[in-house]
């Protein structure tokens, strides 16, 4: 079975700083993995997702994630955190063999931006 | 594209009363996701369709749950009698995956939810 662990379900950041949120993976077979973005009273969107082509990933809104597989991580970082950033994020893992339909959640961290 | 329309937005209810939670997922997906959100355990995949058909039920809580899809157009989820335990957000999300390696092209498109509360 595969799962994801965030580490910090509360992180906070200066506006204009670095924003780095943690994801490990755990999974038997090559895992897809995705980054989700929660805003307040909504659902969740798709910020990025790996699919075993280049490890460094790039999504909207200035993210980026990489793929290490040696340290089974997939940590999501934005060079300069803007205010619009404040959202909850969520790691996923997907078995590379059925795409959406066993997409497993991590518990989320909710990102704080501070003026 | 109006996206995935999930009503109503907020359901405040008894507990013993049915709920019936709707959701329109976007034209010409075959895929259809029922997920609940709690703090206590975040987001769990309850049901999913494909094609109109349930493919996996498994983390439907017991048996008070049921969801049906009619048509491709259409899903409910229903909790009678429901329970102050099943207070939560519930997401309905749709892709175009069809269940083959292909689909991880596709993310899933969520709704924004029904906030249920059971008193």
């Known amino acids: 079975a595969q799962s994801v662990t965030q580490l910090g379900s509360h992180v906070s950041v200066s506006e204009g700083a670095l924003v780095l949120l943690r994801c490990n993976y755990s999974s038997s077979v090559p895992p897809y993995l995705f980054w989700y973005v929660q805003y307040p009273n909504q659902g969740l969107q798709l910020l990025l997702k790996?699919?075993?082509?280049?490890?460094l990933v790039k999504g909207i809104n200035g993210f980026e994630a990489e793929f290490k597989k040696s340290e089974t991580s997939f940590h999501l970082t934005k060079p300069s955190a803007h205010m619009s950033d404040a959202a909850e994020y969520f790691c996923?893992?997907?078995?590379?063999?059925?795409?959406?339909?066993?997409?497993?959640f991590g518990t989320g961290t909710r990102l704080t931006i501070i003026p | 594209d109006a996206g995935v329309i999930q009503s109503p937005r907020h359901e405040v209810t008894e507990m013993g009363q049915e709920v019936t939670l709707r959701c329109k997922p976007i034209?010409?997906?075959?895929?259809l996701f029922w997920y609940r959100q709690t703090m206590m355990r975040g987001l769990e995949l309850l049901i999913y369709?494909?094609?109109?058909?349930?493919?996996?039920d498994s983390g439907m809580p017991e048996d008070r749950f049921s969801a049906k899809m009619p048509n491709a157009s259409f899903s409910t989820l229903k909790i009678q009698p429901s329970e102050p335990r099943d207070s939560a957000v519930y997401f309905c999300a749709s892709s175009p995956g069809t269940g083959n390696p292909r689909s991880y092209n596709s993310p899933l498109h969520f709704g924004n939810g029904t906030r249920l509360t059971v008193t």
């Open positions: 996923a893992v997907s078995l590379s063999n059925f795409g959406n339909e066993k997409l497993t």
């Open positions: 790996y699919t075993s082509a280049a490890t």
């Open positions: 369709f494909n094609n109109n058909v349930p493919i996996d």
């Open positions: 034209s010409g997906h075959n895929s």
